[in-house]
């Protein structure tokens, strides 16, 4: 069984960023761009990955693993120098080894599977190319008679005829093992910056009478990003995809103002009114309603449920099916079973809440004393009447009622009726605002 390679790319110092985090760990769809990187490596079939960082990237030592080996670039001297600071991963059991940048979160599993069959089909070398009506700046792809390979042409060396061509390198390349791999050595540090550039790779391939051949990629799936405002592009894009894909089976009122996490799971039949938006960790089951100004983070909506308008939800909350969250309720960590209702204006914070359970409107969960959290337990078909405080740790039984303005300090059992609050007392003709004789 063929064995691939994924060599990714990491180690360029991002200063267009300006940021005080490694541009790779930039994210997109809440994932950081080289994990995009890695995923579509590994969902191709992509058995190994070397990742080549520069010094000091400490960040990339939690993403090592039996199959991600870690590289140090020590000096960045072009792409080909970086590709061959993973030599000690191309092992002889390899067949092939696919170039991929960190920073081009965009590349599609089905697009590195067709580079790693070009060349585990027979060919020595494919190149990824891209079309653009704007191609100042990128390297050209010539082609000979047969339509394969014969050079890629930097801008600053092409011809007016050669600046004409409109396919562009990518910078993407599947390797095959053996004469080919082995040619990355002679790659020469010829040119101003004194680097050894990976496309020079096609140069010598055509000396040496390489079969290499192409594949093509929409332009959005090779972009690059380098700056804040090519970051921004680069979500479009993720975000564009993802409303695609939840479309399939949901219904986006507004899908332009729904935005996703790389990790969002849609069910069918599921409804998302506009200005939604869905953080990392977040299922929504089949049937269920999320409505306008809704934001969800690490949580799990079951079918059938409804949460919103204006609802926040987080810290690994899970509302039961046929569950009704409504506006300006926020829920972190909380379990809530089937048929909850929690209408209006509550929060429920640390807390578990039995089926069929009636949350009244101003309902607070005092789950934090300062120092410690504690949890709150309200129990099947409990009635906690409106602008109440559950000061936890307190259990509320099965059953039980807690009438309306209560503070409750204390457990409250089973089909028990709790009432904390100041008595009522009402003074006659003492208004202040009634006129005086």
Same mark, same amino acid.
């Given at each position: 069984?063929?064995?691939?390679?994924?060599?990714?790319?990491?180690?360029?110092?991002?200063?267009?960023?300006?940021?005080?985090?490694?541009?790779? !760990?930039?994210?997109?769809?809440?994932?950081?761009?080289?994990?995009?990187?890695?995923?579509?490596?590994?969902?191709?079939?992509?058995?190994?990955?070397?990742?080549?960082?520069?010094?000091?990237?400490?960040?990339?030592?939690?993403?090592?693993?039996?199959?991600?080996?870690?590289? $140090?670039?020590?000096?960045?001297?072009?792409?080909?120098?970086?590709?061959?600071?993973?030599?000690?991963?191309?092992?002889?059991?390899?067949?092939?080894?696919? #170039?991929?940048?960190?920073?081009?979160?965009?590349?599609?599993?089905?697009?590195?599977?067709?580079?790693?069959?070009?060349?585990?089909?027979?060919?020595?070398?494919?190149?990824?190319?891209?079309?653009?009506?704007?191609?100042?700046?990128?390297?050209?792809? !010539?082609?000979?008679?047969?339509?394969?390979?014969?050079?890629?042409?930097? @801008?600053?060396?092409?011809?007016? @005829?050669?600046?004409?061509?409109?396919?562009?390198?990518?910078?993407?390349?599947?390797?095959?093992?053996?004469?080919?791999?082995?040619?990355?050595?002679?790659?020469?540090?010829?040119?101003?910056?004194? @680097?050894?550039?990976?496309?020079?790779?096609?140069?010598?391939?055509?000396?040496?009478?390489?079969?290499?051949?192409?594949?093509?990629?929409?332009?959005?799936?090779?972009?690059? #990003?380098?700056?804040?405002?090519?970051?921004?592009?680069?979500?479009?894009?993720?975000?564009?995809?993802?409303?695609?894909?939840?479309?399939?089976?949901?219904? !986006?009122?507004?899908?332009?103002?729904?935005?996703?996490?790389?990790?969002?799971?849609?069910?069918?039949?599921?409804?998302?009114?506009?200005? $939604? $938006?869905?953080?990392?960790?977040?299922?929504?089951?089949?049937?269920?309603?999320?409505?306008?100004?809704?934001?969800?983070?690490?949580?799990?909506?079951?079918?059938?449920?409804?949460?919103?308008?204006?609802?926040?939800?987080?810290?690994?909350?899970?509302?039961?099916?046929?569950?009704?969250?409504?506006?300006?309720?926020?829920?972190?960590?909380?379990?809530?079973?089937?048929? $909850?209702?929690?209408?209006?204006?509550?929060?429920?914070?640390?807390?578990?809440?039995?089926?069929?359970?009636?949350?009244?409107?101003?309902?607070?969960?005092?789950?934090?004393?300062?120092?410690?959290?504690?949890?709150?337990?309200?129990?099947?078909?409990?009635?906690?009447?409106?602008?109440?405080?559950?000061?936890?740790?307190?259990?509320?039984?099965?059953?039980?009622?807690?009438?309306?303005?209560?503070?409750?300090?204390?457990?409250?059992?089973?089909?028990?009726?709790?009432?904390?609050?100041?008595?009522?007392?009402?003074?006659?003709?003492?208004?202040?605002?009634?006129?005086?004789?």
């Amino acid at each position: 069984m063929a064995r691939t390679l994924a060599v990714i790319l990491a180690a360029g110092k991002g200063t267009r960023m300006r940021s005080g985090t490694p541009k790779v !760990l930039h994210k997109v769809g809440g994932l950081p761009m080289v994990d995009h990187v890695l995923a579509a490596a590994k969902s191709a079939g992509v058995e190994r990955a070397a990742l080549v960082v520069g010094a000091g990237a400490s960040w990339a030592t939690d993403r090592a693993s039996d199959a991600l080996s870690l590289h $140090v670039q020590t000096e960045q001297m072009g792409t080909a120098h970086a590709v061959l600071a993973a030599r000690e991963a191309f092992t002889d059991d390899i067949d092939a080894i696919v #170039v991929l940048f960190g920073d081009n979160p965009l590349v599609t599993a089905a697009t590195i599977d067709r580079m790693v069959d070009r060349v585990l089909g027979g060919a020595d070398l494919a190149v990824l190319a891209f079309r653009t009506d704007a191609p100042t700046g990128y390297g050209r792809l !010539l082609l000979d008679a047969n339509g394969h390979v014969r050079a890629i042409r930097e @801008e600053r060396d092409a011809t007016e @005829e050669e600046r004409a061509i409109t396919l562009c390198n990518s910078g993407v390349m599947a390797i095959r093992a053996g004469a080919p791999l082995d040619a990355l050595q002679a790659i020469e540090a010829n040119n101003a910056k004194g @680097e050894y550039y990976l496309t020079d790779l096609v140069a010598i391939g055509a000396e040496r009478g390489f079969n290499m051949v192409w594949e093509e990629a929409p332009v959005a799936e090779v972009m690059g #990003v380098n700056d804040r405002a090519q970051l921004a592009d680069a979500e479009a894009v993720f975000q564009q995809r993802a409303r695609s894909r939840a479309l399939e089976t949901a219904t !986006l009122i507004a899908p332009e103002t729904v935005f996703f996490s790389h990790d969002t799971v849609v069910g069918e039949d599921v409804t998302i009114e506009p200005n $939604v $938006v869905f953080g990392t960790g977040v299922a929504i089951g089949d049937g269920a309603r999320i409505y306008a100004f809704t934001h969800l983070v690490d949580t799990v909506v079951s079918p059938g449920a409804a949460i919103g308008p204006f609802a926040r939800s987080r810290g690994g909350t899970n509302v039961g099916p046929g569950a009704k969250i409504g506006n300006f309720v926020e829920l972190k960590n909380a379990a809530l079973a089937t048929g $909850v209702k929690i209408s209006h204006l509550s929060y429920i914070g640390d807390a578990g809440v039995g089926a069929e359970a009636n949350i009244g409107a101003g309902t607070i969960t005092c789950n934090y004393d300062g120092v410690n959290k504690h949890r709150t337990e309200i129990g099947a078909g409990a009635f906690i009447g409106s602008n109440s405080a559950l000061v936890a740790p307190v259990s509320i039984g099965e059953g039980a009622f807690v009438a309306s303005g209560s503070v409750i300090v204390e457990d409250v059992p089973a089909d028990a009726l709790a009432i904390a609050r100041g008595r009522q007392a009402t003074k006659p003709d003492r208004s202040p605002l009634k006129p005086k004789p």
